[in-house]
């Protein structure tokens, strides 16, 4: 492949990946107001388009068309970067998020994934590490109490969980021996008796997969443990001064972590793309999207599930359960694993 | 062509943030620009292929120490800091001292280095790389380190503990 079919592929698969991403981000949003809707005995959005699909769109042009405050009291340089931050790191990390297997399209054959590196869940992690600042800074700039204490609590939340959740992946990384998303989850494909798929939530890695996901709800900020937005005790927390689009970027933000960390555990407990394939060359072609899909769907219908289920943690509780029930746990599941391949590879 | 030119750009942005980081007046910006001096950093490594260390350098000192100190900063709400000329005695010895050894060590390394400089990605730096050395040519030095890092997290600890809150026990005893 020359440069120049090398750049403009890799343009492509951005714009698109981008797109995809930014309606499932959209969509997500109305997912969670009709299910939880529909938890709480309502209905949801049903005005705008048919059951309410269009709904995202207005959304949209209302926070286009609202008008963008800055408070006086802010720090403006970070308080206009904070948002831009936040945005910026949780669309990144896409990028090295392989969605299926290669496709060859008029004898060109490209992986389905932006750039496929070796160290792709390091990257993902960095970028995740990186992204607490635009939490943190808007907490600070905003130069309001509310803000502050969802800043605080937030950054305090997401290193704390981010031990235990990089902890629990350890044990996937000894099983697999490597970084690449793409060759764990190669590993997973398979079945055992033809019936039990190879995947590594069903290889031992049970307890991990758990430890993983609640690390992930309480890195995203999701109920249970939405302490930085706690509204009946913070406003809105970090985000209490921002309006218009730079409020909508935050949302944007939170949503599009959520999905990645959706696509994080597809890919490492769940087998990625594996399913059964049957069918034409063009439904074997699709069917991988598919399972991916799915496995996506699942995992956000999960988060709204619980976010209309559970009430929200006590911080201190919050904190306890990290350091004292999480990480334990993961470290002892890592020394299980450890063991276990060491014994019998 | 393409590496010499991030390098270059990257160098700018790693120098440009030193320098910031020493002539902010809020804490806060030099945070910030800490922040950068360390993932223009890491991007360096990245060129040379040193894609672990690059991962581990964004991971740990943006994501991570970098992190602390901007919640310390919030925490303790600090603010403009007054600009004094500084001391007199780092004006006309500093100044020299720093010249004197960054023109001595770029020297030394340009005279003992044997090939001058080393190649973009010319390292090996992909996992099983560094695991290799770290867990066989270097097992010692890693152990000693970990047990030297566990220390100090004691030591924190013992610090962090209020003594009145240490041993309850005692107290009521």
């Not at chain 1, 005005?47 to 403006?76: C, M, N, S, W």
């Not at chain 2, 120098?15 to 360096?44: D, K």
């Not at chain 2, 566990?150 to 209020?162: C, D, E």
Request: proline fraction near 4%.
């Amino acid at each position: 492949m020359s440069a120049g079919t090398f750049v403009l592929v890799s343009l492509v698969k951005i714009v698109i990946a981008i797109f995809v991403l930014l309606t499932a981000v959209a969509y997500t949003v109305w997912l969670e107001r009709k299910v939880v809707g529909h938890i709480q005995n309502r209905w949801g959005p049903t005005r705008v388009g048919p059951f309410g699909l269009l709904q995202p769109l207005a959304d949209g042009i209302k926070f286009l068309f609202k008008e963008d405050l800055t408070p006086p009291h802010v720090y403006r340089p970070l308080y206009i970067a904070a948002p831009m931050i936040a945005v910026i790191f949780a669309l990144t990390s896409i990028a090295v998020i392989p969605v299926g297997n290669s496709i060859t399209l008029g004898g060109l054959t490209t992986n389905l994934q932006i750039a496929d590196v070796n160290i792709g869940l390091l990257i993902v992690l960095g970028i995740t590490s990186v992204g607490v600042y635009g939490v943190a800074l808007a907490g600070w700039s905003s130069n309001s109490k509310y803000s502050l204490l969802g800043g605080l609590r937030a950054s305090a939340q997401m290193i704390s969980y981010e031990v235990s959740l990089g902890l629990s992946l350890i044990g996937v990384l000894i099983m697999s021996g490597s970084f690449s998303l793409r060759h764990i989850v190669e590993m997973q494909s398979g079945t055992y008796w033809h019936i039990i798929p190879r995947w590594n939530i069903f290889q031992g890695q049970f307890v991990a997969f758990f430890i993983y996901l609640m690390s992930a709800y309480a890195e995203t900020n999701r109920i249970p443990f939405d302490l930085p937005e706690a509204e009946t005790e913070l406003v809105a927390g970090y985000h209490t001064e921002y309006s218009a689009m730079k409020f909508a970027m935050f949302f944007m933000a939170e949503y599009a972590n959520m999905i990645t960390v959706a696509c994080l555990a597809s890919l490492l407990f769940l087998g990625g793309w594996n399913g059964p394939l049957f069918g034409s060359p063009l439904l074997q072609a699709i069917l991988p999207l598919f399972w991916f899909g799915l496995r996506i769907f699942f995992f956000l219908f999960l988060y709204i599930w619980v976010r209309g289920t559970l009430p929200r943690f006590r911080y201190d509780q919050l904190m306890a359960f990290s350091w004292k029930f999480l990480l334990p746990l993961a470290i002892a599941n890592l020394v299980i694993t450890g063991l276990i391949v060491a014994l019998t590879s | 062509m393409l590496h010499l030119i991030i390098f270059l750009v990257f160098a700018a942005v790693c120098i440009a943030g030193a320098v910031s980081l020493l002539v902010q007046r809020h804490p806060i910006n030099s945070a910030l620009s800490l922040i950068a001096v360390m993932v223009s950093l890491a991007v360096e490594y990245l060129l040379l292929g040193a894609e672990f260390v690059a991962a581990v350098q964004v991971i740990v000192y943006a994501g991570a120490i970098m992190v602390l100190f901007v919640f310390v900063i919030m925490l303790l709400n600090a603010g403009v800091e007054e600009r004094t000329l500084g001391s007199r005695v780092a004006t006309i010895f500093g100044i020299p001292a720093m010249l004197v050894g960054s023109g001595l060590l770029a020297w030394v390394l340009v005279q003992r280095s044997g090939t001058g400089s080393v190649a973009a990605g010319a390292l090996w730096g992909d996992p099983q790389k560094i695991a290799q050395l770290l867990f066989h040519e270097f097992l010692l030095p890693f152990e000693v380190t970990s047990v030297l890092v566990l220390i100090a997290i004691m030591g924190a600890v013992v610090l962090a503990s209020r003594p009145d809150q240490a041993q309850p026990g005692k107290k009521e005893g």
